[in-house]
């Protein structure tokens, strides 16, 4: 029986005990089809509209990855002056850059000024605060509808009880104090929330937000957001978002709101994890294999330094046991916790998973890493974080971000 990555051939020419040997361990790998396929799948989203996608650089800095994004067309997401940074070191131009601001200082502010990007501001301080910097400026506001959606409260980024956005029921306010500082109000945007798997609560949010474009003149476009959710259960056989019905009925939104209203505005959303998630997956080794009081413990150098999601939100991410170079499908079976190397008693990979009986020097795939993995990584017990490796469609695989050296730790200190 396959496992899930054969049967992508997710690496290629290769396999995952070649590649730690070569390149060492922890390691992330992506697959270029995969990364592509979905990119593809986003930036096809609306094609009867004037319409962006946006990469959100947040998920995954790589520049390599960046310049991918750049070639499939879409434009990004920045939420920081190093994420501009780094965008423009990708290739991307200020007018494909989005910068969604989230309490940020002055000078944070001025530098996505001076670079030329459209800034989205989400509090009515932050937009006085533009006003000052930028009299006369144009600017998006970012919109909090006051309903979210997510897997787990930390992601939800709406709502009554989040830190983001504007209160709907502010607009009167924002308009005054573009007034004031004589503003040209060009976006609203909004997100919702991250990682859901049914895009009818979605599509009515983006039903809803289109009632806000009628509380302004000047609007260019309108930013949905996004958060399209990925099968993190997809051994248990988890469906995938149903992005075709999805594209469907959201054309069929849009193209009724903009009869109705007269208006032609762009249209952008951020899909997020759904572009590169499934297209990285994080190797490790099985260093021990120990049971402790009838708990039976794999043992490997994940540590949550290197992959951060299953602790900070309890997220789930399939596990398979490779071993000779070949995944291990057949055969007796155990229940264990793969855990990593940090001094955390919530350093944990995987809790109480049924995996094949697991032993020392077998190499752990971790699925669906690609978002959120590297990008969320730390130096946390002075570990080194990993390198990344990139599976070309050709099926070879290079380098395309070194391992950190123990020198790299000392760079930032005057010895």
């Not at 005054?176 to 976006?187: E, N, P, R, S, W």
């Not at 009628?214 to 949905?224: K, M, T, W």
């Not at 919530?346 to 993995?373: F, M, S």
């Amino acid at each position: 029986m396959d496992s899930y990555t054969q049967k992508m051939n997710f690496f290629g020419n290769t396999d995952p005990e070649e590649l730690v040997t070569k390149y060492g361990s922890p390691l992330f790998v992506y697959n270029e089809d995969i990364l592509r396929r979905q990119m593809r799948r986003v930036a096809g989203l609306l094609p009867n509209h004037r319409f962006t996608s946006n990469f959100s650089i947040k998920t995954n800095s790589n520049l390599s990855i960046l310049k991918i994004a750049y070639e499939e067309g879409l434009n990004a997401d920045a939420m920081s002056p190093g994420e501009i940074y780094a965008l423009k070191k990708a290739g991307f131009p200020s007018e494909r850059i989005f910068y969604v601001s989230n309490n940020v200082s002055e000078d944070e502010m001025q530098y996505a000024i001076d670079e030329g990007v459209i800034v989205s501001v989400d509090s009515l301080s932050q937009l006085e605060m533009f006003g000052r910097l930028n009299r006369g400026g144009k600017l998006s506001v970012r919109i909090n509808p006051g309903v979210g959606a997510g897997h787990h409260d930390k992601v939800v980024t709406a709502g009554k009880k989040t830190k983001f956005g504007v209160a709907a029921q502010d607009i009167e306010k924002i308009r005054d104090v573009a007034a004031k500082y004589d503003l040209h109000i060009i976006g609203l945007n909004q997100h919702i929330g991250s990682l859901f798997m049914d895009y009818k609560p979605f599509l009515e949010a983006c039903r809803n937000f289109l009632h806000y474009a009628e509380e302004f003149d000047e609007l260019e476009f309108l930013d949905f957001g996004g958060g399209f959710g990925t099968p993190y259960h997809k051994l248990a056989d988890e469906q995938e978002f149903d992005i075709e019905t999805f594209k469907k009925e959201l054309d069929a939104l849009l193209t009724e709101w903009k009869k109705t209203s007269g208006r032609d505005v762009l249209f952008k959303t951020e899909p997020g994890r759904y572009i590169v998630a499934e297209g990285g997956v994080l190797l490790g080794k099985v260093h021990s294999v120990k049971e402790n009081y009838g708990h039976k413990y794999v043992g490997t150098d994940i540590g949550m330094n290197v992959l951060m999601r299953p602790e900070l939100y309890d997220s789930w991410h399939d596990v398979e046991i490779y071993r000779e170079g070949k995944p291990v499908t057949e055969g007796e079976r155990e229940v264990y916790s793969v855990v990593g190397n940090i001094c955390e008693s919530g350093d944990i990979v995987a809790k109480d998973r049924e995996l094949p009986v697991t032993h020392e020097h077998d190499v752990v795939c971790i699925l669906d890493a690609g978002a959120y993995g590297f990008s969320m990584s730390s130096n946390y017990n002075n570990r080194l974080r990993p390198a990344e490796v990139l599976i070309h469609s050709d099926g070879s695989d290079s380098l395309i971000r070194r391992r950190e050296t123990l020198e790299d730790l000392m760079r930032c200190f005057d010895i």
